[in-house]
C-alpha cells in the first residue's frame, strides 16, 4: 500500500475537527486536529496527536499545557485558518480559559495539563490531563474524506 491509499482509507473514518491551542512566552499558537481521542476517566485523559514537524509539538512541549477546542458546525472558518487553508493574516481573538488560550464559541474546550508524550513514527502523541472544561450546546463540525461536513 501506498501513503495515498492509507490516506484515503483513514479519511473514511469520519472525525470531529478541533483546534488545539497552547502558549509560551506570550506567544499563542493554535493547530487544527482531527486525531483526538478520549483516553481514560480516572484520571481525566485525552490523547492528541501532532506532526513532529509542526511548531505546535515543541510549543506543548515547552509549555506543558494546551486546550482542545471541539469546534461547532459555524465554526468551519475557525478551521481552516488554524489548518492553513485560509491565509489571508486573519487575526483570531482568542478566549481565556483556565488560563490558556481558547477558541470562542467551541461545543466543548478542555484545558489540559501535559501527562505524557510519545514519539510515534512521524507524530508525537500528547495525553492531557483534563483539569476543566466547557460544554455548550450545538451541532459540530465534521470532516470525511478530506472535506467538512456539517450534522444538521
Not at 490516506?7 to 512566552?25: H, L, N, Q, Y
Not at 509542526?54 to 469546534?71: D, G, H, P, Q, Y
Not at 486573519?90 to 477558541?103: M, N, R, S
Amino acid at each position: 500500500m501506498d501513503d495515498r491509499m492509507f490516506r484515503a482509507a483513514m479519511g473514511k473514518f469520519a472525525t470531529g475537527v478541533t483546534v488545539i491551542a497552547s502558549e509560551v512566552d506570550g506567544d499563542v499558537h493554535g493547530m487544527t486536529a482531527n486525531a483526538f481521542m478520549s483516553v481514560s476517566l480516572d484520571p481525566k485523559l485525552v490523547l492528541i496527536s501532532v506532526d513532529g514537524k509542526a511548531k505546535m509539538n515543541e510549543v506543548i512541549k515547552k509549555s506543558e499545557k494546551f486546550t482542545v477546542n471541539i469546534l461547532s458546525g459555524d465554526q468551519k472558518e475557525m478551521s481552516m485558518i488554524f489548518a492553513g487553508q485560509i491565509k489571508d493574516g486573519k487575526k483570531v481573538e482568542f478566549d481565556t480559559f483556565e488560563g490558556l488560550p481558547a477558541i470562542g464559541d467551541s461545543l466543548v474546550s478542555l484545558a489540559c495539563n501535559l501527562y505524557q508524550a510519545h514519539d510515534a513514527g512521524d507524530h508525537t502523541l500528547f495525553i492531557g490531563e483534563v483539569k476543566n472544561l466547557n460544554v455548550q450546546d450545538g451541532e459540530p463540525l465534521a470532516f470525511y474524506e478530506g472535506n467538512y461536513k456539517q450534522m444538521t
